[in-house]
């Protein structure tokens, strides 16, 4: 297997969904190329860095804010009315 | 996908909702679009939008909720309306020129062989993100990416969607699905590479 190969199974492997004889080909790759091995290190901390930066700062889901609660209520009444009188 | 779920509280709450009581639809509310609203900033990177399109996403709900089959949870149900609101927006917005994407791929000799010999810089990255600054910069990143690879990126790797579910919300094949999650993640792992130290040959 080569290292273009092993980048295009990546996410196959991250997922678990190789089958066996690939798996075994990309992790004796993996074992031999050095390159690779880190290349799939930064790809899974990627991945991870990406999910901390987009959950980390988002407002708690309780934080509803009370505008947009009193919004929909009131767009429901109108939603309502609506179909009633189709 | 989506956490607080009850089978037995969703039941009651749909069936006091198809009897059109009024507190059932605001309890559906007040459980709920927290999480959609999280997922329509997400979306689309701005807080009066994304307020419209969770309302937008209960309108399409409350209309809908004579179809809805009970197979799958609430919460999803609500959470998929939600995508599909933030969706429609971003497709009508005015295009902003996107940059390709392709220049930010891997590269290969003809051997098959890596052009880049990277550095491992995992370990600074897992304590940057720690710093508010650092987790700005990262999503400035996600921004970068045009909308289709973008919003893959989003399904698959925050909102924890599969492939198939994501092809589903988005109306795409499987295989489309799969191209852009990995054209998406090798295109991000470049620019934080560039930020975290790496250095392309």
């Given at each position: ?8 199974f ?18 004796a ?31 708690s ?26 | ?33 927290g ?17 419209d ?8 709900a ?62 600074s ?19 970068q ?44 792992r ?10 392309a040959?």
């Amino acid at each position: 297997m080569t290292c273009r190969e092993v980048y295009g199974f990546l996410d196959d492997f991250l997922e678990g969904t190789l089958d066996p004889a690939t798996f075994e080909s990309f992790e004796a790759h993996l074992g031999r190329c050095s390159s690779c091995k880190t290349y799939l290190t930064t790809y899974r901390a990627t991945v991870a860095a990406a999910r901390a930066s987009e959950l980390a700062d988002a407002p708690s889901f309780d934080e509803v804010p009370h505008d947009m609660v009193e919004a929909i209520l009131a767009a429901r009444v109108d939603a309502f009315n609506q179909q009633r009188s189709e | 996908m989506v956490a607080v779920a009850d089978p037995a509280q969703d039941a009651a709450l749909l069936q006091a909702l198809r009897s059109g009581q009024d507190e059932a639809f605001e309890r559906l509310v007040r459980i709920h679009s927290g999480r959609m609203l999280s997922v329509c900033r997400r979306i689309l990177r701005n807080d009066e939008e994304a307020k419209d399109a969770v309302q937008e996403a209960f309108v399409s709900a409350f209309r809908g909720l004579k179809n809805f089959e009970g197979t799958s949870q609430l919460g999803t149900w609500l959470h998929r309306i939600a995508v599909n609101a933030s969706l429609m927006r971003l497709r009508s917005r005015k295009r902003r020129p996107e940059e390709s994407i392709d220049d930010f791929q891997p590269t290969f000799k003809d051997d098959g062989h890596a052009r880049i010999e990277p550095r491992d810089w995992s370990p600074s990255a897992e304590q940057l993100v720690q710093s508010r600054e650092t987790r700005d910069f990262v999503r400035g990143c996600i921004d970068q990416l045009p909308d289709a690879y973008r919003v893959v990126l989003l399904l698959r790797d925050i909102e924890e969607h599969d492939t198939a579910e994501a092809a589903e919300i988005l109306g795409v094949t499987d295989g489309v699905v799969k191209v852009r999650l990995h054209r998406a993640r090798h295109a991000l792992r470049r620019l934080l590479a560039d930020r975290f130290g790496e250095r392309a040959l």
